[in-house]
């Protein structure tokens, strides 16, 4: 059973920082991208950042330049550094892992971390 772990949300002030972190375990498949969404209240969930398995990455336009996605030694680890937090970053953040297995893709999901920027 796959399963994908979050930690490192929190409440901070505007201007603070944060990193979260990501552990996997049960991912037996090759994995092609792993990135983080997130949710705001009422708002539908969005792409914050990926990087693929060649190390390329993507950022929302939102996020650049505050916010660096990289990748663990262990399968499946992702982390986000989050700088420079504004409120509007304010979210549930979401942990994606998608492997691959021949012609087929899997997707899979963390439980998601709170983070709220508050002044």
């Known amino acids: 059973q796959v399963q994908l772990v979050e930690s490192g949300g929190g409440l901070v002030q505007p201007g603070g920082f944060l990193r979260l972190s990501c552990s996997a375990s049960?991912?037996?498949?090759?994995?092609?991208?792993m990135g983080w969404y997130r949710q705001a209240p009422g708002k539908q969930r969005e792409l914050v950042a990926v990087i693929t398995s060649g190390g390329s990455t993507n950022y929302a336009d939102s996020v650049k330049g505050r916010f660096t996605i990289s990748r663990g030694n262990a399968k499946g680890a992702v982390y986000l550094q989050m700088n420079s937090l504004k409120p509007e970053d304010t979210a549930v953040y979401y942990c994606?892992?998608?492997?691959?297995?021949?012609?087929?893709?899997?997707?899979?999901w963390g439980q998601g971390t709170q983070v709220t920027v508050f002044s």
């Open positions: 994606n892992v998608v492997a691959v297995a021949g012609i087929g893709t899997y997707d899979y």
């Open positions: 049960g991912i037996i498949f090759s994995i092609n991208a």
